[in-house]
């Protein structure tokens, strides 16, 4: 996964309750194993499909990352993408942004 698709936002993932997040297995190929993440949110911008991924085990010093992803259909299936334009993946990231602040104003009241 290439750094560009990460953006940090959490102060600490281990608040995260399991129970109410889904987790999503990808492949990582660079290292030849498979990694669990923490799906936050999947969100639309654009006419394109985005999904929020934040790592179960992440790595030293990199435990606030949050990993942005285009969804792409081929074939009748889905495929996470990275994001290699830099303009998109901020775009993306904002959305994000807005899209939990949006939630988080729900849950409080």
Request: net charge negative; glycine share 2%; charged share 45%.
């Amino acid at each position: 996964m290439a750094d560009e698709n990460k953006k940090d936002l959490f102060e600490d993932n281990t608040n995260v309750d399991e129970e109410d997040v889904d987790i999503i297995t990808l492949r990582n190929i660079e290292k030849d194993k498979d990694e669990d993440f923490y799906h936050l949110a999947t969100y639309d911008l654009n006419d394109n499909w985005y999904i929020a991924l934040l790592p179960v085990k992440p790595e030293k010093g990199e435990e606030d990352d949050v990993y942005i992803f285009r969804v792409e259909e081929q074939k009748g299936e889905n495929f996470i993408m990275p994001i290699e334009d830099e303009a998109e993946l901020d775009a993306a990231f904002e959305e994000f942004q807005k899209f939990m602040d949006e939630n988080a104003d729900e849950e409080d009241k």
